[in-house]
């Protein structure tokens, strides 16, 4: 499921984002990866680390 900033935020989660450098592969603003993976249920409260590239 995939959701924007803000309807995980009001979905009670904590998007934490972690800024990557030029990454092979992956344009500007590109996610990287996320933890957990896309898909999996998480109880309301938990940490989402999307790992994204910005080309700056």
Not at 18 to 39: D, K, N, W, Y
Not at 47 to 52: K, L, P, S, W
Request: glycine share 14%; net charge neutral; no cysteine.
């Amino acid at each position: 499921m995939g959701l924007t900033m803000p309807s995980a935020k009001s979905a009670g989660l904590v998007i934490e984002i972690i800024a990557l450098q030029r990454e092979p592969g992956f344009g500007h603003e590109g996610i990287v990866s996320m933890e957990p993976e896309a898909g999996t249920l998480v109880a309301r409260g938990s940490t989402v680390r999307v790992r994204m590239n910005f080309m700056g």
